[in-house]
């Protein structure tokens, strides 16, 4: 089936308090390990492509893919631009043919990420594609950082709120302790910041730097108001080790389907993991 708006699916996991996973793919067998976890599991899926992705595949290359994935699939997709980095992107996405962008415009002033966030929707809205934004700043985990620093990075839940009044943006990503890429220790969340900000924002609230988090802690972000859950890095991790476990083992292959044969079931296997834990296993 053709790619399916977020908003339809975070609609739907808002109303069943689930959350959809948002799995970052970046060559075929990535996209095809999504769509089969998700057939597997009867779940909707967001497949999302970020800044690097593009990079590497091509934006025409990720679209083509994503797409024959889709068409086949008997589960909903949605093709997503992850942490998009301005308006002329986006709108080479919504062009190339995605169902979803987020535009992230945390690095910028307050009232520039409204306006930014606020062209990006005056388009969207026009082609029924839906919009993630950014508030606060999810680091990476190598950003060496004192505790004031960091608290400062979080999303400020007033803010929050008169952020989705202006804007009318349809999901907003926070800011709560997580990072992208692999943590140092384990990550802390600032639940009590969840909670506020989901009582004052009454949209779907999307977490980043989900790789790592503990499964129990991930629970409970879903439990406050979380319906959109991003991860990338645990896919690399399975994706790597299982690619790494076949040259190790067989020093002289040399047929490249040996090895990603096997790091694409790897990548399956995970992110089938990580949508039974998101509760979205059956939803479709
Ligand atoms: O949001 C960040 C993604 O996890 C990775 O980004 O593909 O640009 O390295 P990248
Ligand atoms: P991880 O790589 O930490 O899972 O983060 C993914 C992400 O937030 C993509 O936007
Ligand atoms: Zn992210």
């Not at 942490?83 to 919504?94: D, E, N, R």
């Amino acid at each position: 089936m053709p790619f399916v708006p977020v908003d339809v699916l975070l609609k739907q996991a808002e109303e069943g308090q689930y959350a959809v996973g948002a799995f970052n793919c970046n060559n075929m067998e990535i996209v095809q390990a999504i769509v089969a976890a998700a057939e597997a599991e009867r779940a909707p899926v967001i497949m999302q492509a970020s800044q690097g992705a593009i990079k590497y595949a091509g934006l025409d290359f990720i679209v083509a893919m994503a797409r024959q994935a889709a068409e086949k699939a008997s589960v909903p997709v949605a093709l997503h631009l992850d942490h998009g980095t301005s308006f002329a992107q986006v709108m080479q996405c919504i062009r190339a043919g995605f169902s979803s962008v987020m535009i992230d415009g945390s690095k910028l002033p307050l009232e520039e990420n409204i306006a930014l966030t606020r062209q990006v929707l005056a388009v969207a809205r026009a082609v029924g594609v839906s919009v993630e934004a950014e508030l606060g700043k999810i680091g990476g985990t190598e950003d060496d950082i004192s505790v004031a620093d960091w608290e400062a990075m979080l999303t400020d839940p007033e803010e929050a709120r008169y952020f989705v009044e202006q804007t009318g943006v349809d999901s907003l990503a926070i800011a709560i302790g997580t990072a992208h890429g692999r943590y140092k220790g384990e990550p802390r969340l600032d639940f009590d910041r969840l909670a506020k900000v989901r009582s004052l924002v009454k949209i779907p609230i999307v977490l980043h730097g989900s790789s790592g988090v503990p499964d129990e802690a991930i629970r409970q972000a879903i439990s406050l108001g979380v319906r959109k859950v991003n991860i990338d890095t645990n896919i690399r991790e399975a994706f790597v080790a299982a690619a790494r476990r076949v040259i190790d083992a067989h020093p002289d292959e040399i047929d490249p389907r040996k090895i990603l044969g096997p790091a694409r079931e790897a990548a399956t296997a995970i992110i089938r993991e990580k949508i039974r834990l998101f509760g979205s296993s059956g939803k479709a």
